[in-house]
């Protein structure tokens, strides 16, 4: 077990806190070479406009070489740039434009599984049955008579199961089918088995690849998954969900997951100030949740919750509610997310019927197309308004790339450009995650809209509506929104903490940060009287129009109010 090193009293340890992080989804960002596919000096270029959104951190999704089996979250390489996305030295000039910027980076970590295509995972391949190459994974032979059938009935997050049966290539079964491996998502992403040093010490020597590189932090992807019970014979597990998450599932949240991270934070805190980190664990609500964001662990954890949630003023106030106490018990700031790669946009979701559930969601996305009847105007409307609450809570604000223009999911892509490894696994049922990757429309009459070379998904005709120049400059934009609140949210962000001025339930939800800044959101359909105290000459944002905030707030509108 490792001895993390006392906090830092750097200046800059504890800038992760309350900072505005904007993902990038490299590959969609901006095209440089005109190659169709998004590069590092794509994003360098951009930065005056990443720095004029007021910003205070870029969280860079996998940019590694990998063959896109899973847009990258398949790692070829952990330590280099994918050459269509730039080099090492495009890298080191991004990182420093972006610091010249005052705005941070946070790189993508993927320790869960690499990809097919890593020297050890081909390694292991070549290797025979219980060598050290196939230790670094987890390879086992099959059940029935002739290791025929798969070690356990686990499931695939994409679809299908999690065991890829090889073709032996060593050893005493040579040219013949032999054991099987385990992969959590695509068979192109074996897990690797976090019980081997090998694999601890390689992923140390990562971390400080990019911190030595200047990075500020990292997010680690899939990090409730690492531990697994490997013992024989294996548990059955149909289904991915955790049903009882006190640390006994056999695959997610096991205690021994923890015990990793303090490794981790010894590494990240040999950096003066220490290098953030935040995890991707889709855990349940509870205190279990709350260790991965332990100062001694990784020291703050996503939580998925208001991303979850319906547009609903009881919802969105239990949940931030909770997670502020639960952000406040681990000693870590809370975090807050809309909007990311693998989510349907939240201008989309909040156009779709009140009832609509995920089940909703996952019909939308089926191949045979059907569209509930969706409201785009009052999904934009309510986006916006959840958007405003969210800046003005205390804690990190994880925003999507796209998510400032008010994009919407392209739900109706063409089933022949899909790349989602969901589409290929579910049998062409569910189309997956590829409506929120289509890359950025910078301009609403240049080729392309501005992006580069012909997109590697198309855009459609309707993102002219959307392009940022088309908002730039434009009162009451989304555009304009996002950039006036990521200015004034500066001002708000002082202490952590808030004062609830509405009741516990109910659709109007109204709460003051320290300093007397006030936020309010009517999350009903209908105007409300506006509260008594508030002064509607102090009402300095509003989600919607400004002119329409007199005696009452609009309906599904959130007002930054001041002091
Ligand atoms: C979570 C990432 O956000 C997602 O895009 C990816 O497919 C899985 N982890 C597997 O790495």
């Not at 169709?36 to 720095?51: C, F, N, Q, V």
């Not at 280099?80 to 941070?104: Q, T, W, Y």
């Not at 290791?147 to 997050?157: F, V, Y």
Request: hydrophobic residues 40%; negative net charge; contains cysteine.
């Amino acid at each position: 077990m490792s001895n993390p090193a006392p906090a830092s009293t750097h200046p800059e340890a504890t800038w992760w806190r309350q900072a505005a992080v904007y993902q990038i989804y490299p590959r969609s960002f901006a095209d440089s070479d005109n190659d169709g596919m998004g590069d590092l000096p794509g994003i360098t270029a951009r930065m005056d406009y990443l720095s004029a959104l007021g910003i205070d951190a870029i969280w860079l999704s996998p940019f590694y070489p990998s063959a896109l089996a899973d847009g990258g979250y398949d790692v070829d390489d952990y330590r280099n740039v994918d050459p269509r996305l730039g080099s090492l030295d495009d890298f080191d000039a991004m990182v420093a434009a972006a610091h010249e910027s005052g705005i941070k980076i946070i790189v993508d970590i993927v320790p869960n599984h690499s990809s097919n295509l890593h020297p050890w995972f081909q390694a292991a391949l070549a290797a025979a049955p219980g060598s050290p190459e196939r230790a670094r994974y987890h390879f086992l032979d099959g059940l029935g008579e002739e290791g025929e059938l798969p070690p356990s009935d686990w499931p695939s997050h994409f679809g299908g199961g999690a065991w890829t049966r090889v073709k032996e290539a060593a050893g005493p079964n040579a040219g013949q089918l032999g054991q099987w491996y385990l992969h959590l998502f695509a068979a192109e992403q074996p897990d690797f088995n976090w019980d081997n040093p090998e694999v601890r010490e390689d992923f140390h020597t990562t971390l400080r690849f990019w911190a030595d590189r200047g990075v500020d932090g990292f997010r680690v992807d899939v990090a409730h998954a690492l531990d697994k019970d490997m013992s024989l014979p294996l548990r059955s597990k149909p289904a991915l969900e955790i049903l009882v998450d006190d640390g006994s599932d056999p695959l997610f949240d096991r205690d021994a997951v923890h015990e990793i991270f303090a490794g981790w934070r010894s590494v990240l805190n040999e950096y003066d100030p220490p290098k953030a980190a935040v995890a991707e664990a889709w855990v349940p609500f509870t205190d279990r949740r709350l260790k991965y964001a332990r100062p001694t662990e990784l020291g703050q954890a996503f939580n998925f919750d208001l991303l979850q949630a319906h547009f609903d003023g009881t919802e969105f106030r239990t949940i931030a509610e909770k997670c502020l106490s639960e952000a406040e018990a681990s000693g870590a700031s809370s975090t807050w997310v809309f909007s990311n790669h693998d989510v349907v946009r939240h201008a989309s979701r909040y156009a779709l019927p009140d009832d609509s559930t995920l089940e909703t969601l996952e019909a939308w996305l089926l191949s045979d197309g059907v569209t509930p009847a969706t409201d785009l105007a009052r999904g934009l409307r309510r986006a916006r308004a959840a958007t405003l609450f969210m800046l003005g809570l205390p804690g990190s604000a994880y925003l999507y790339q796209g998510e400032e223009l008010g994009l919407f999911e392209v739900a109706d892509l063409p089933a022949a450009a899909l790349q989602d490894p969901t589409w290929f696994r579910t049998q062409h049922k569910i189309k997956g995650r590829d409506g929120c990757r289509v890359p950025l429309p910078w301009s609403a009459t240049e080729l392309n809209f501005g992006f580069g070379g012909t997109p590697w998904l198309p855009q459609p005709s309707w993102f002219a509506l959307q392009a940022a120049d088309v908002q730039d400059g434009t009162i009451g934009s989304t555009l304009e929104m996002y950039r006036d609140a990521l200015a004034l949210r500066r001002k708000l962000q002082t202490e952590e903490s808030l004062e609830w001025l509405s009741g516990e339930s109910g659709p109007l939800v109204h709460y003051r940060r320290p300093n007397g800044w006030e936020v309010l959101t009517n999350f009903a359909n209908k105007p409300a009287p506006l509260p008594s105290g508030v002064d509607v000459a102090k009402v300095v944002l509003s989600s919607g129009d400004p002119a329409d905030a007199t005696t009452t707030i609009p309906a599904e509108t959130t007002l930054w109010i001041a002091p």
